[in-house]
């Protein structure tokens, strides 16, 4: 199946600073890509809706302004935490769908964010 | 609002016991429904999906789920567990118009006992 990658995989800051998490779709174009928040032994919680070219939609009780979204190619979307703080620390996951294919969502690997 | 409840958090089963995970969306309009496996340390996988016709769709590792229309149901089932499928599943659904985005249920832990 189709492979979507995220780095880093797991990343520590100090609370204040930012922190960048790359999702890419290796062998498809991916025009939409999301992004997820899973919390310790809960669900994934929608963040966001990235779409190419344009801004990304965010659900509502997500900060924009914190979770910072771009989608610059088609194969390739950022998640940007500004600012972080220990409130942030989770484990953040993209995916994308195939729209070539099955329609089927492919997801990242994760990324763990811990924020000191 | 467009929802996905499970209903099971924690299923303990022993090997070879039959499985069944209830899966209820709400949302009014059509939908492509998933289950979707985590195992220990690993990403989430797909499981199984619905598009359209059969309502009964076969999935990988003998899993199977049947969409009801009326009830709003795609439950999944296995009819023997193997202590392998010690994972998280969860169901998802896909709107079909709109955003096209995906809602997944709060999951269900299960631990097949050897």
């Known amino acids: 199946g189709a492979v979507v990658s995220q780095h880093p995989s797991r990343v520590i800051c100090k609370s204040g600073t930012s922190v960048k998490i790359e999702c890419r779709s290796l062998d498809f174009q991916a025009t939409t890509m999301f992004w997820y928040r899973q919390f310790p032994k809960q669900s994934l919680m929608l963040m966001a809706t990235?779409?190419?070219?344009?801004?990304?939609?965010?659900e509502q009780g997500v900060e924009k302004d914190k979770f910072l979204i771009n989608h610059a190619s088609l194969t390739l979307s950022t998640l940007t935490v500004t600012s972080a703080h220990p409130e942030d620390s989770s484990f953040y996951i993209c995916?994308?769908?195939?729209?070539?294919?099955?329609?089927?969502?492919?997801f990242g690997e994760g990324s763990r964010l811990t924020v000191l | 609002a467009q929802s996905v409840s499970q209903h099971n958090h924690h299923v303990i089963l022993s090997e070879a016991a039959s499985l069944e995970l209830g899966c209820n969306y709400s949302?009014?309009?059509?939908?492509?429904l998933f289950w979707y496996v985590q195992y220990p340390g690993q990403h989430l996988q797909l499981l199984l999906k619905?598009?359209?016709?059969?309502?009964l769709v076969k999935g990988i590792k003998g899993f199977e789920a049947e969409f009801i229309k009326s009830k709003f149901s795609f439950n999944l089932r296995k009819p023997s567990v193997q202590w392998s499928d010690t994972a998280e599943y969860f169901c998802a659904v896909n709107e079909t118009s709109g955003t096209y985005k995906y809602i997944f249920g709060t999951g269900t832990r299960l631990k097949v006992l050897a």
């Open positions: 619905y598009f359209s016709g059969d309502p």
């Open positions: 990235s779409n190419e070219g344009s801004k990304a939609t965010y």
């Open positions: 995916s994308a769908r195939d729209y070539e294919g099955t329609g089927e969502l492919f």
């Open positions: 949302y009014g309009g059509t939908v492509n």
